[in-house]
């Protein structure tokens, strides 16, 4: 059973930063890419970045590169999300979620079958 676990988010201004965590439960952590997603009331759930199991690539949404960075430790079970230069349109539920195994379709939130219980992000203008 995969459990995760996010923690980190909360209320900032415009322009501020956050780092999200995400811990996850079991030994095959490493094998699998891990993912960041989000979404807003409303709104769908959409992609904002993914990392392969080695953390060697990484993958980001338009509307995040240059302000978001994603990492992992593999040795801790735990993926994270650096998230600088917030906007007021970054407000949203962040969920952390494990890719299904296979290459490709990073960006699309049905390639992710277990997810966390989110995190709210309120940034205020």
């Known amino acids: 059973q995969v459990q995760l676990v996010e923690s980190g988010g909360g209320l900032v201004q415009a322009g501020d930063s956050l780092r999200l965590s995400c811990a996850a439960s079991g030994r095959t952590f490493s094998s699998y890419a891990m993912g960041w997603l989000r979404q807003a009331p409303g709104k769908e759930r959409d992609f904002v970045a993914a990392?392969?199991?080695?953390?060697?690539?990484?993958y980001y949404a338009d509307s995040v590169k240059g302000r978001f960075t994603i990492t992992r430790d593999n040795a801790k079970n735990t993926v994270y999300l650096q998230m600088n230069s917030l906007k007021p349109e970054d407000t949203a539920v962040y969920y952390c979620a494990r890719k299904v195994p296979g290459s490709g379709r990073y960006y699309s939130p049905e390639r992710y079958n277990y997810w966390g219980q989110g995190t709210q992000v309120t940034v205020s203008s």
């Open positions: 990392i392969t199991w080695s953390g060697g690539t990484t």
